[in-house]
């Protein structure tokens, strides 16, 4: 059984008998011996392995290049370099799989549009090792997150014939060949369908049965958008909770990103070291400030305001009715607050149908939770509960309230207050990790014109 370089890298004292399997990263030859720096992806750090010319399996060390993987066995010592506690004397080697002279990562700087075009060896990079290590890291956090307050975790369907958001911006799924004769009822499930923009519909059917729950899984939009902030298919973080009003929902959602921020600063903090040192120099301050800092609330009207009054002249113009900007959000967190901050109650023209009218006829209980350096990560609300004000909504939303039957009839059968957000894990990782594209927080980016791999 061999042992992840992290754990080798971590020991407590020399081992005699230590067997790694990694991806050569360089190679030196010196008179009678050579250094490799192997590297298996289990943390940033690589391993020196010292192998002696007599060592069995070096007369093929020659193909020992950059990008080939190999096993390599030998004893654990101190190493007399600088910046590394341990090397590896090798007691035997072994080629495991060749890397010819047209592999792309060689030791050198690549810009992250290049690396974009390799996304299936991306991964052996630093950068993008660190990024993945922390998604994996974060994925858990999420669910130590919800399971630690007794949130159940639901799987929603991926194909779906309810439009949650009302934009109309859904991928369809279809057996049908695109024919003047083909009729939707000759479909596959017999109804027009579509992949899902959000789980949130369903997970209310849930909230409504078994109180907390949240989803966590990809989802679709069909927004012909190109830019760093969107993509075509992402990982949504959904809870939804009965019981609960608009208060409770900004308590959970503020909680939930401060939780996020300290897991990451406890848990990866060698890749944060990273970040912060090539990606994001401030990334290490702007976590501490999110998570000592607390949010402050702000109504959307209010917001509006003060951005009028700024002085300051944005890329787009802010009025009334229309929704913030990425620059209007941070500059609420970054220069006016000086604090993260939570808007609500939005005006109801431009949120959708299921959110609930406040009592003024003019806005529903939204809200979005912004953070420095990225704008708004969370966007929630409560749901309106009561059956007569959720048929007017989806009038006003020119919608067909056949559609929701079942929808509506969680408003027939013992309604309740109820209220959940929605927070895409990309944006969140953009947060944590300083990254500033979501192409390149995620494995393999679904956006306009591009599907590859």
């Known amino acids: 059984m061999h042992t992840l370089i992290k754990n080798i890298l971590a020991a407590a004292e020399p081992k005699d008998a230590v067997t790694v399997k990694g991806w050569v990263r360089t190679r030196r030859d010196a008179k009678g011996f050579s250094f490799l720096e192997l590297n298996d992806g289990s943390c940033f750090g690589s391993l020196q392995c010292v192998v002696d010319a007599g060592t069995p399996g070096y007369d093929g060390i020659a193909h020992f290049t950059t990008g080939a993987s190999a096993v390599i066995e030998g ?45 299936h060896l991306r991964p052996r990079s630093n950068l993008f090792g660190a990024v993945f290590r922390t998604r994996s890291r ?43 004769d083909d009729k939707p009822e000759a479909d596959f499930f017999g109804k027009p369908t579509f992949l899902t923009v959000s789980g949130q519909l369903e997970a209310e059917t849930f909230a409504c049965a078994i109180s907390n729950v949240y989803t966590f899984g990809p989802t679709f ?28 929902d900004m308590d959970l959602g503020e909680e939930f990103i401060k939780a996020m921020a300290r897991y990451a600063l406890e848990h990866c903090a060698e ?31 209010e917001a509006v305001e003060i951005l009028n009054k700024s002085g300051r002249k944005f890329e787009f113009p802010v009025s009334y009715g229309q929704n913030l900007q990425s620059e209007h959000e941070r500059f609420l967190t970054e220069e006016h607050f000086k604090s993260p ?26 809200m979005d939770v912004l953070v420095p350096g990225i704008g708004e990560v969370i966007g929630g609300a409560q749901r309106e509960e009561r059956p007569a004000q959720l048929a007017e909504n989806m009038k006003f939303h020119k919608l067909n309230e056949q559609d929701y ?7 027939k059968y013992g ?12 944006r969140l990782l953009m947060f944590l990790t300083g990254v500033s594209n979501i192409r390149d927080v995620i494995p393999f980016a679904r956006t306009p014109g591009n599907a590859e791999f």
């Open 75 to 119: 004893k654990l010592v101190p190493s007399p370099a600088q910046g590394q506690k341990w090397e590896l004397r090798a007691t035997k080697i072994e080629l495991v799989g060749l890397a010819d002279a047209t592999y792309p990562l060689q030791k050198k700087g690549h810009t992250l549009e290049f690396l974009r075009s390799i996304a």
């Open 138 to 180: 974060l994925a858990l956090a999420v669910h130590q997150f919800f399971q630690s307050r007794d949130f159940f975790y639901v799987q929603t369907p991926i194909i779906t014939a309810s439009d949650c958001e009302g934009a109309g911006e859904m991928f369809r799924v279809t057996t049908l060949k695109g024919k003047p």
């Open 221 to 248: 939009r069909a927004e012909n958008s190109n830019t760093a902030r969107h993509a075509a298919e992402f990982w949504m973080i959904e809870p939804e909770m009965a019981f609960c009003d608009l208060n409770g």
């Open 271 to 301: 890749d944060l070291a990273f970040f912060s040192k090539f990606v994001d120099k401030g990334l290490g301050e702007r976590l501490k400030f999110v998570t000592e800092r607390p949010f402050v609330r702000v109504p959307y009207t």
């Open 341 to 366: 901050t939570t808007v609500f109650n939005y005006p109801r023209e431009i949120k959708p149908f299921y959110m609930r009218l406040n009592d003024d006829q003019k806005t529903v209980t939204a």
């Open 405 to 411: 039957w079942w929808y509506a009839d969680l408003r």
């Open 415 to 426: 309604t309740v207050p109820h209220a959940g957000f929605g927070l895409g894990f990309e």
